[in-house]
């Protein structure tokens, strides 16, 4: 049975920094993109960043780009969203997601979820 179990979220006043750890069990994900989503209650789960099998190529969310980086290490199934200069807009429920591709619309989607972890940025 396939599992992602994140971890990491919590509290931070704005201009801080949290790192997200995604732990991948149940089957290798080390030819397959993995990244991280995240969603505010009322809206849609929304994309945030990607990373490719090897970790050299990456995409993020216009509203990340600068101050979030997503990377791996396929030894230990794991997948990381360190985030830097985080602003309140950024609370949300952080989501890990494995073999991550786009649809036919060009919008990204994950085949496997995690639980979600709560990201919360003070003013």
């Known amino acids: 049975q396939v599992q992602l179990v994140e971890s990491g979220g919590g509290l931070v006043q704005a201009g801080g920094s949290l790192r997200l750890s995604c732990a991948a069990s149940g089957r290798t994900f080390s030819t397959h993109a993995m990244g991280w989503f995240r969603q505010v209650p009322g809206k849609e789960r929304e994309f945030v960043a990607v990373c490719s099998w090897s970790g050299g190529n990456t995409v993020y969310a216009d509203s990340v780009k600068g101050r979030f980086t997503v990377s791996r290490d396929n030894a230990k199934n794991t997948v990381y969203l360190q985030m830097n200069s985080l602003r309140p807009e950024d609370t949300a429920v952080y989501y890990c997601?494995?073999?991550?591709?786009?649809?036919?619309?060009?919008?990204?989607?994950?085949?496997?979820w995690g639980q979600g972890t709560q990201v919360t940025v003070s003013s």
């Open positions: 997601a494995a073999d991550v591709r786009r649809d036919y619309s060009g919008s990204w989607l994950g085949v496997y």
